[in-house]
């Protein structure tokens, strides 16, 4: 029996260590090494505590189990991960195919919407940034040209003024996009939605005059039950060992063969 824990007791007390370090669950997968940094800093801001892992899809970022719903609701907030946006040159990129004047034309107007997203989400307190377009066309000979027009979605923080910061957004969106320059604000539509504040509570677990977070009482846990288990197998291997006493009274000293 006792040669039986001696050999056991480093498994268990490694079976017992990685259980208590909490289940990792992969909260975005197949990010860019900006985005997993931005989400991993974020979330260190609230005391999650979050590990980046690399792979063949790219970059993910995992937090314990626990934290999930923190986690996202912190990140919803933030307006992480950033929407994956597409360039003027990869949707425009040689592919052998011969597109009809239509599809280029739609190609070139996603492209243009997704160029205009871009400069507007690097402005501190951005969010989010949709950007809607129509370009000048004649839909039939004859016809007059219909003119272009483009509507501005912005979700914004607390941080960012939307009345002073429109006038620029404004003169941006005409300039980048044809045909606008100079028209009026009939247009070229542009509409500020604040982002909902997200206020992060974190639930405190009693332990007797403690309070404690749930990632906290989870560690002090498994220390205590690691803790209480090597001992009781610590005095299962005095209560065997030879010459100790036991419930039956004191063990016989062996006696020579044939005596």
């Not at 824990?5 to 900006?34: H, I, Q, R």
């Not at 949707?91 to 919407?113: C, D, H, N, T, W």
């Not at 997200?198 to 002090?220: A, C, H, N, W």
Request: glycine share 6%; proline share 6%.
């Amino acid at each position: 029996m006792k040669n039986f824990l001696l050999k056991w007791l480093p498994l268990l007390s490694l079976m017992l260590l990685l259980t208590g370090c909490g289940d990792k669950t992969v909260l975005y997968s197949g990010l860019a090494e900006n985005d997993a940094n931005d989400i991993v800093a974020e979330l260190n801001q609230h005391q999650i505590a979050a590990e980046k892992l690399i792979d063949k899809s790219g970059i993910s970022v995992s937090v314990d189990a626990e934290n999930i719903q923190r986690s996202v609701k912190i990140l919803d907030s933030a307006g992480l991960p950033r929407k994956a946006r597409t360039n003027l040159g990869e949707v425009f990129q040689k592919s052998g195919v011969i597109s009809s004047p239509m599809e280029e034309r739609a190609r070139y107007i996603y492209a243009l919407s997704q160029e205009v997203e871009s400069t507007l989400a690097q402005i501190d307190g951005v969010v989010v940034a949709r950007v809607h377009v129509v370009l000048p066309e004649r839909l039939a000979p004859g016809e007059p040209m219909q003119p272009a027009s483009a509507s501005v979605f912005i979700k914004y923080h607390n941080n960012l003024d939307p009345d002073s910061i429109e006038p620029r957004i404004r003169q941006m969106v005409a300039t980048s996009i044809p045909g606008l320059a100079g028209k009026t604000s009939k247009d070229l539509a542009i509409v500020f939605v604040p982002a909902q504040t997200y206020e992060d509570r974190i639930e405190v677990v009693k332990m007797g005059p403690f309070q404690l977070t749930p990632g906290e009482y989870s560690t002090v846990k498994w220390v205590f039950s690691l803790f209480a288990i090597m001992l009781m197998i610590a005095f299962g291997i005095m209560f065997l060992k030879p010459g100790k006493k036991l419930k039956a009274g004191k063990t016989k000293p062996a006696t020579a063969a044939g005596k």
